[in-house]
């Protein structure tokens, strides 16, 4: 039994030894907090800022290791994807668009992390939290009606982006190096979905590929070379109450590849804004946004919208 005694002895040792080993968590000053009403605050504030923000207070658990070290690490990967005290620095259209992301993670149960809310049941969103972001999110009600001058600027800049007047001009690859699909408006439409965050309406299209997957029901996953566009405008009401493209503001690409974007979740992702079709992000790190959004649905192989079946359902 001496053996059994002298194990539990070295045991212990080793386990305050470990408690120095303790990574840097600081929280560094509120530059710029999350500009929105006191209740929506008072929602994230309970079940998101212990790790999106920097005013982390770690329970006395969490200050144990080895629970100190995924703590740690999890506080510095949220803030990396979202800092709800740094992100009042961006226009409050983006913030909104952050906290939708963040919403729709919320409701299909990505965030807070499942393992995470084992032990803080308290971080857990009720439906009436839920209700509390949408409602300030999807402020819809009545769209303002579009005077005819606008109509009809919007009307001239679609017959533009659909070639009838300006030839496409010359267009620059993504910064990870994914080139413009040129043919993306001759691909079929799969679904559309529209966002109240910012009012902004899209069409979901196919290419040849993933049409073929659709029709033989190959999408579980989807075959390498499969590819997708969504075609994103303003949404418009004209004088009769008809909802319709305005604005043209970007088309996003998705293209499978297993091989290839094996460290992007299978899938090669791009975006080009406006007309002038400028290349979005900085560098080739933008696609971790594009990952970090897809996560909630990665066992639909990280496609959000499936296509609408025969029967009038969806998938």
Known sequence: MR????????GCVVFVMLQFVRPALTNPPVAAEIQAPPEVKAVLKRSCYSCHSNETALPWFDQVVPAY???THDVK???QHLNFS???????AAQRAMLFEAVTQIQLGAMPLPRYLKAHPEAALTPADLAVLKSYLVPFGKTAVSDAVTIAAADTQYKDWNGEKTPMPAIHAA????EFFRDYKDWKAISTTDRGDNRTMRVIAGNDIAIRAIESKQIHPWPDGAAFAKIAWTQMTDNKGVIRPG???QVEFMVKDKTKYASTAGWGWAR????????YGKSAAF??????CHQPVKDNDFVYTMPITRTGGTR
């Open 3 to 10: 053996w059994i005694a002298r194990l539990a002895a070295l």
């Open 69 to 71: 070290w995924v703590a």
């Open 77 to 79: 990967m949220a803030r």
């Open 86 to 92: 740094e992100i009042g620095k961006l226009p409050a």
């Open 175 to 178: 910064p990870n190096g994914i």
């Open 247 to 249: 604005q043209f503001k």
């Open 272 to 279: 080009w804004l406006g007309m002038d079709l400028k290349p």
């Open 287 to 292: 696609t971790g946004e594009c990952v970090s």
